[in-house]
């Protein structure tokens, strides 16, 4: 029996693939369709003949013409839709031509590039690409989901209402392609199946003036709306999703400052929900965070951190940081004491809350008014000076807020400042690598929210939240988990941390490089899996989680891989929606 759990787990992705598809039909499935790869047999079997040339091809030559295709495309833009193009074509050879070349292409298919093309949304639209919901139709919600799937058929949605996207603020309904190119992500990094995705925009309106001045903006022309109906929509959303896909995990990205919280907090006892851009961040960071720790030879519950930016990423990262001391023995009080949280007012401090301008993240961590009684609680530089902090995180969007000033003062105090300049684009960091190294005269131990090269033979680590939630998200689909807890999370933090390179040489980057992704991502989802069975949240039976070798090869089993498998014809009238090609954002 124990043979049997690791040669049929429950979402084993191996063997022969049930194909009820023909002809023409069979050539415009994405999940099907091999092109020029499909095999004599195949092309008789299928009614392909005469549908393709001549040639038999492999999956590697056919990587090589794709790869010069896309070399051909001048621009980072012209390279994405080209890309979104093949998707729309061939499943199987978009995802291995990424994953041939992911460090090139990870730009394109995603951050920056992706913004600019969820900017121009509506200007470059060829094909519906995901799941549509209109704020004013919530009694349409569970008719439109059931057309997704049944309860057996979907493991992992991402939703977004578009108010906050990549840095780059409301996009509307443009905001569908952050769901898209973050379930891309999933199957890439954290081989989940590409049939058994759905990615969500929920249209409220936006907020932008172009877009609403824009003749072919598709999405609702009237501005966001918020409150009681936006709340009740929501509602009937999340309860529609637990009620319709019981075994699927619900990721919310991109959510406004005012939304993003209240929504995680409140639904999470409700279903397994993730917010990446509060824990996503909050995991990748704090991994961060513990390798450096370990660099300096530090405990982690030592440290003390200012985070400047106090919105959803800051305050998850605030959030995680807290978490892991409460397990390591602090107090949730002692825990929040060792955080100093500055935003538009300067340091947060609890006389800020009146009229309810603290929002319910940032409450925990305002720190008491008689502590800055005549102090400067305005000056990033002066708030180092008087907290003398290890780390600094910057979620900002504020270029050059990490002044000359402000480093130099933090380097007096600490020997190797922790210091994370974490905002994107490029253009928003809060102090550029050259000079953080500059001025803390090569001391300083840095993460960066986008890629950037070595500094003086130090490897900048980036703070590539694709490095974690692909991992966490496999661990909680393959567990089955009831809820994503704080635990699992923790869990999440250790296992990317004891990947850094960093331990192994200082000058290495404190982060493990996203072409080893699968591999981290896999060892990610076993500590995941391992957290979600020891608090009982795990509801698949017999996962082999007391022995690490055997739950590798048990997660390894069920991670989708971008392969040709073999197809078995079926008849159509007696096959399921998968093998109709009628599931996925692919589907017929």
């Not at 499909?38 to 079997?45: I, M, V, Y």
């Not at 890439?188 to 199946?193: N, T, V």
């Not at 003086?456 to 680590?461: D, F, I, L, T």
Request: aromatic share 8%; hydrophobic share 40%; charged share 25%.
């Amino acid at each position: 029996m124990a043979d049997k759990k690791l040669e049929e787990p429950p979402l084993a992705v191996k063997g022969d693939l049930e194909c009820a598809l023909e002809g023409r039909a069979l050539l415009n499935s994405s999940v099907f369709n091999k092109g020029s790869a499909f095999t004599a047999e195949e092309r008789k079997t299928f009614g392909l003949q005469g549908m393709l040339p001549n040639r038999v091809q492999t999956l590697e030559e056919q990587v090589e013409r794709a790869y010069g295709q896309y070399k051909d495309r001048d621009g980072h833009m012209s390279k994405n839709m080209f890309m979104a193009s093949m998707k729309y074509q061939n499943d199987v050879l978009y995802y291995k031509l990424i994953e041939s070349h992911i460090k090139e292409m990870f730009p394109v298919i995603y951050t920056p590039t992706e913004g600019d093309a969820i900017e121009a949304y509506s200007h470059i639209f060829r094909r519906p690409d995901g799941c549509f919901l209109n704020i004013h139709e919530p009694e349409q919600i569970d008719s439109i989901l059931a057309e997704w799937g049944t309860a057996d058929e979907i493991d992992y949605i991402v939703a977004t209402d578009g108010e906050e996207i990549l840095g780059i603020g409301d996009q509307g309904v443009g905001g569908v392609l952050i769901s898209t190119a973050k379930l891309v992500l999933m199957t890439l990094c954290g081989g989940i199946h590409p049939n058994r995705v759905l990615p969500v925009v929920i249209d409220c309106g936006t907020n932008n003036q172009d877009l609403l001045k824009d003749e072919l903006y598709l999405g609702l022309r009237q501005p966001r709306i918020y409150g009681k109906q936006y709340d009740d929509f929501m509602s009937r959303f999340v309860h529609s999703v637990k009620e319709r896909f019981p075994k699927a995990v619900l990721h919310l990205e991109d959510f406004g400052l005012g939304n993003a919280r209240k929504l995680l907090e409140k639904y999470r006892p409700v279903l397994p929900l993730f917010n990446d851009d509060i824990q996503g961040t909050g995991v990748v960071t704090l991994a961060a965070i513990n390798a450096a720790a370990w660099v300096t030879k530090m405990d982690l519950g030592d440290l003390r951190m200012v985070v400047f930016g106090a919105g959803s990423a800051g305050a998850g990262i605030a959030d995680q940081f807290r978490d892991a001391l409460i397990q390591g023995g602090k107090t949730k009080d002692e825990a929040n004491k060792q955080v100093w949280l500055v935003d538009k007012p300067g340091l947060l401090l609890q006389s800020h809350d009146q009229d309810n301008k603290l929002t319910s993240a940032q409450k925990p961590y305002a720190r008491a008014d008689s502590e800055w009684e005549n102090k400067d609680s305005t000056s990033l530089a002066s708030i180092i000076a008087e907290v003398k902090p290890h780390v600094l995180v910057g979620c900002s969007t504020k270029p050059g807020a990490f002044t000359e000033s402000a480093i130099r003062e933090m380097s007096k105090h600490v020997e190797r400042p922790i210091i994370f300049p974490l905002s994107n684009p490029t253009r928003l960091h809060e102090a550029n690598p050259e000079d953080l190294y500059t001025w803390t005269d090569g001391k300083v131990l840095m993460a960066t929210g986008s890629p950037f090269p070595p500094v003086h033979g130090y490897e900048v680590a980036e703070c590539n939240n694709a490095t974690a939630f692909p991992g966490i998200g496999l661990g909680a689909v393959l567990s089955r988990a009831s809820s994503v807890s704080d635990k699992m999370l923790v869990a999440a933090v250790k296992a990317l941390a004891a990947e850094s390179p960093a331990l192994k040489d200082p000058k290495k980057g404190l982060l493990p490089d996203i072409t080893d992704v699968r591999y981290i991502s896999k060892k990610i989802a076993c500590a995941v899996i391992k957290a979600a069975v020891e608090e009982g949240l795990s509801t698949t039976p017999d996962i082999p989680a007391e022995d690490d070798a055997r739950l590798e090869e048990w997660v390894g089993m069920q991670m989708w891989e971008p392969v040709y498998r073999p197809l078995k014809k079926i008849d159509a009238d007696t096959a399921s929606r998968a093998a109709k090609g009628e599931l996925g954002v692919g589907r017929r």
